[in-house]
């Protein structure tokens, strides 16, 4: 209680400075905005009937996105997991690839699929899939070979092995693996969105440039980190508590 | 009963000549030499040796889950071609799956005997969480559960899918001694109400004393049957019979004695 009261007490202050700066007319008013300016903007975007349609493509474009980047990833990360080679490759690659920002993947994006849609997914599974992969492969790799061992003398066959042993032994790391993953493909979203979208969180960041509209450009910015923080804590987090919480690896 | 004569058909488990090389780029190590061994039905037999003499070995190949370099292991008159439901197998680590809770655990073995039901799994599990009296905590996490506790659930979940054999590969190594003690009483209880064969192998010589109806000891590097200690003795027996330890203390003079470990 104590806690969250300091937290609160921070973010008030947070405020207030923000406040303190725009009444000190520090900063130009086209620069920073006031806190009360911004809210008025979202409330605006929402009531013209804009925020909600943006939101939504945007997440929608990451269901699909992000969807498909699992597949690839989980895929990806069973065949490292099983086989010393393929691991070894890859994972160099997808260790590679990962250090390269979201943003980077756009220019090539445009390249290959012009202004298309398809362009906004190719950036949301470039950027998100080595971690996924990543995770699943070491996931696999550190399962303790003991499992496997009781596992075969208690009849399980090897063609079920997967499901039955490596796929929940693997399952924290993961869940693990997908968490990051979205965030790093709810980074790529936004990205493609700035440059080549007509609707979609990240477009609104682009118009509000545009329109020299920096109560928009920090609206949406909070739209956004608030939105990506949701995601983050309350689906993938509570996930991954329950499943840590279940194996004994965290104190419930 | 000695070690030689293989009857094959009429004992349980029979190990003919079985040897077990292994081999690393630079040098070949024999673990096993020549073992010929006959279990009876019924029949606990538990191997000693020191820490490296190869008897965790043994126990792999008949489990199935290495194989011989040279001589032949039938279970039940069948060859042993790799881990089969007849026999289940305890490790020094309970090895239990996290990601299952205690019954589930229990019943994992039982998932391809597609003769049973779903309700009967889970009768037959009850009724050995009941044997190892751990019924009210069948919903229980594994990290919930004391190391006691959980090897007496994979002792279970060995039990459950009716194995003629079950190995125990050191299972009481991580107890503290109190705990051990009392696993040493409800194990003899547990094996006069099921009538399984065990194999047991330890470096403890009373709980070889006090579990086994014989006692095998292996010399080491290669390991090999020095002798075989046939344990007369009533059951239960007491871990503090002193019946017990001049036996365990006999075992003890033969695993050291004539030439000892030689290293």
Known sequence: MKKRLAILLFYVLLLAAWQGVFSAGLLPKYAWPSPLMVAEKLRELAADGILWPSVKATLLRMFLGFGISALIGLTFGMLMGTNSFIYQALR????????????????????????????????????????????????????????????????????????????????????????????????????????????????????????????????????????????????????????????????? | MTANAPAEKDSRLSLVAVSKVFRTDSQEVEALHSINLDVRDGEFVVVVGESGCGKTTLLNLVAGLDRPTAGRITSGGCPVAGPGRDRMMMFQEPALFPWLNVIENVTFGLHYLYHLSAAERRERARFYLDMVQLSPFEKARIHELSGGMKQRVALARALAPDPEVILFDE????????????????????????????????HNVREAACLGDRVIVLTSRPGRIRTIVPIPLPRPRDFYDPEVSKLASHILGELRGRGGAAE
């Open chain 1, 92 to 252: 160099s690659l997808f260790l590679g690839l990962q250090t390269l920002p979201s943003v980077a993947w756009v220019p090539i994006s445009l390249l290959i699929f012009g202004l298309k849609d398809e362009g906004i997914y190719f950036v949301i599974i470039m950027s998100s899939v080595s971690a996924v992969a990543i995770s699943a492969a070491d996931g696999i790799c550190n399962i303790p070979p003991l499992y496997l061992r009781a596992a075969q003398t208690l009849g399980t066959p090897w063609h079920a092995m997967g499901y039955r042993v490596i796929l929940p032994a693997a399952l924290p790391s993961l869940v693990t693996g997908i968490k990051l993953g979205w965030t790093l493909g709810w980074h790529g979203a936004v990205a493609a969105e700035l440059i080549k979208s007509s609707i979609g969180l990240g477009f609104l960041l682009h118009m509000g440039r545009e329109l020299n509209d920096v109560s928009q450009v920090i609206g949406i910015m909070l739209v956004t980190i608030f939105i990506g923080l949701l995601v983050d804590r309350f689906v993938f987090g509570k996930i991954e508590h329950r499943i840590r919480r279940q194996w004994g690896l965290v104190s419930s």
């Open chain 2, 171 to 202: 299972p009481f190594g991580s107890l503290d001694a109190l705990t051990r003690e009392r696993f040493y009483a409800q194990l003899q209880d547990v094996f006069a109400r099921t009538r399984r064969t065990g194999v047991f192998v330890t």
